[in-house]
């Protein structure tokens, strides 16, 4: 039996929908992301199978394959439509993969939750990832339906995953040679045409790791569940110190091209009541690419729950003539935590 993959679209419809896509590229191994999308743009046969929030997945849902798609889309006459791109490749980009943790299905909306893993291949048998993607999946919500596309879409596994040694490279080469900054933009064609353009920060947070010694072990983020909802939390001790682990690399290709023209800064915050830095925690950007640790330690003195947030600190819109204008676009990052004054947290093994 040909196994199967769940493909979940995000679009530059909108910003919201880029930043998903950046915050799936940017998020460390076992985080969990949620996407939405209205049941008319789900494949059909996936809708059928979707449960209520608090019932189970049915099997051949349990643990599908996910991979994170970006497509390029323009507006025209009112209606959003792929982009036909020049040569052999199509307006379908995987972007990240990942594991189906739940689904369901709220009134009109279908709700999943996936826990991210592998990034994706650059190429195999000297195919890149995104022809392949295009040749062999039709993203239609049912055959024969060429004018409606799939947003949630189940079709065959292609197997697109790289190996985990190679997700520094992988992520890197996405960058340098996948993305294309023509095609990550929000334009309407329309009677009020609008095209905005994106100052990308591509970020990776790799991990957060707790220093024993002269040694730092990472750990996994724990897995919870309230009601449908699924969601990641890192546990950490009160007294320790904790390292998170943070790259950039950007496509600019001069000074002048840096996202903010070099001005824009990644900072971390957290409940300082809670909290408290050992040394930097933020980061300007002002080179191509960049590793930072941000370290932290725990002050509570009893078991409380707390987040960690990524955010960008820059300046706002730069508007332009004719309704075009250019955004500094970053995914903004929560990473929930829960202190704990006595229990060891989860490590990877």
Request: some cysteine; charged content about 25%; glycine content about 6%.
């Amino acid at each position: 039996m040909t196994k199967k993959c769940l493909y979940l679209v995000s679009s530059s419809s909108s910003s919201e929908y880029v930043a998903d896509c950046l915050e799936a590229l940017a998020l460390p191994r076992g985080m969990i992301q949620h996407f939405r999308y209205r049941l008319r743009y789900i494949d059909e046969g996936l809708r059928r199978k979707l449960p209520k929030e608090t019932d189970q997945l049915l099997h051949d849902l349990r643990d599908l394959p996910v991979v994170v798609v970006y497509l390029c889309q323009v507006q025209t006459v009112g209606k959003w439509k792929p982009v036909k791109t020049t040569g052999r490749s199509g307006p379908y980009l995987p972007i990240r993969c990942g594991r189906l943790i739940h689904a369901f299905v709220d009134g009109e909306i279908a709700h999943f939750f996936f826990e991210l893993n592998d990034y994706v291949r650059p190429a195999y048998r000297g195919v890149s990832s995104r022809d392949l993607l295009n040749e062999e999946i039709k993203f239609r919500k049912a055959p024969g339906q060429d004018q409606h596309e799939s947003f949630a879409h189940v079709a065959r596994d292609l197997k697109l995953a790289a190996p985990r040694s190679r997700d520094t490279l992988a992520f890197q080469k996405f960058i340098d040679d996948v993305y294309q900054a023509n095609e990550w933009r929000t334009r309407s064609l329309g009677s009020a045409p609008l095209d905005v353009t994106y100052d990308i920060v591509f970020v990776r947070v790799i991990g957060l790791f707790q220093q024993e010694g002269d040694r730092l072990t990472p750990l996994m983020p724990v897995k919870r569940v309230l009601q449908g909802s699924v969601f990641a939390v890192y546990e950490i001790t009160t007294g320790e110190t904790y390292h998170i682990k943070i790259a950039t690399h950007l496509a600019a290709r001069t000074p002048r091209e840096l996202p903010g023209q070099g001005r824009a800064r990644l900072a971390l915050r957290y409940d300082p009541n809670l909290i408290r830095p050992v040394g930097p925690t933020s980061l300007r950007l002002s080179s191509f690419y960049d590793l930072e640790y941000w370290s932290i330690m725990p002050q509570s003195l009893i078991d409380l729950p707390s987040v960690l947030t990524i955010v960008c600190e820059h300046e706002g819109i730069v508007d332009r003539e004719n309704f075009v204008r250019k955004e500094l676009l970053f995914p903004e990052m929560s990473f929930p935590i829960s202190i704990v004054s006595s229990k060891r947290p989860r490590r990877v093994r």
